[in-house]
Each structure stands twice: as C-alpha cells, then as structure tokens.
C-alpha cells in the first residue's frame, strides 16, 4: 500500500514537473521587443515597429482579405477603421499593448489595400500616449 502511494506521489510531482516545454510566448517576446528603447525612442510618441511589420506581413501576405486582419485586431480587443482613413486604400486598426493611470502604449496598423479589400502591404508601429 506505501509502494503504490509513493508511486502515485511521484508519478503526480513527474507530471506536474515540467516533462513538456512551451516557450513561444518567451521567444515571441524576445523577438519583437526589445529590453529597452533608446533614450531617444522612449520619448518618442509614434516609431516605427519593424519587428512588428515584419511579423504581420508574414501572417497576412499580400492578397490576403482585409477582413483576415480586422477579425485579428478584434480578438485581440483592438480596433479598425474608426473614422475616416488618411488615404484611400489604407485602414488603420490600433491594438493597446499596455496602459495604466494616463499612459498607454499601442501598436498602429496601418495597412494598404488594392480595390477588392485584398491587403498589398501592413506597416506597424508603437505610439506611446501620456497626459
């Protein structure tokens, strides 16, 4: 009966131990961000995000449908298109990447579409806000 308890013991620390790895949220965030901006982009209120454009253009290469990346932004609780686009052909969809008591950093999309809603090019980048 102790054999059979100290099997189920270890049987039960051997699960629970980490005989699996999952690291993709730990490579993702050392791929996209960096430890620390530059002095210089830290004050910065709207850089470009390579990384990020890099990233999204992977995921929706061109003749993807713009429809495609507005249900991606609003799973991840962002939003396309509100108000008019600066230029025909372009939406632009923003995603808070974090915010507290007045400041909030987000990612602008920014992407071009031919006249059929088919996605030609996606530029990303951070915009930090502050009162």
């Known amino acids: 009966m102790k054999r059979l308890a100290w099997t189920g013991a270890a049987l039960a620390v051997l699960l629970t131990s980490g005989c699996g790895t999952d690291n993709r949220e730990q490579i993702a965030m050392a791929t996209l961000y ?10 910065t209120p709207m850089r470009p995000f390579p990384e990020m454009t890099g990233a999204l253009n992977e ?19 962002g939003t396309c298109g509100l108000g008019k686009p600066l230029n ?18 987000s990612i602008v999309i920014t992407a071009r579409a031919d006249a059929m809603s088919k996605i030609e090019h996606i ?7 502050g009162c």
């Open 59 to 77: 995921k929706f290469p061109a003749g993807t449908d713009l429809g495609d990346l507005k249900r991606y932004v609003a799973n991840l609780s």
């Open 34 to 43: 960096h430890d620390a901006p530059a002095a210089n982009q830290a004050r």
């Open 88 to 105: 025909p052909g372009e939406l632009t969809c923003s995603l808070v990447e974090s915010a507290a008591f007045c400041v909030r950093n």
């Open 123 to 129: 530029e990303a980048h951070r915009l930090f806000e």
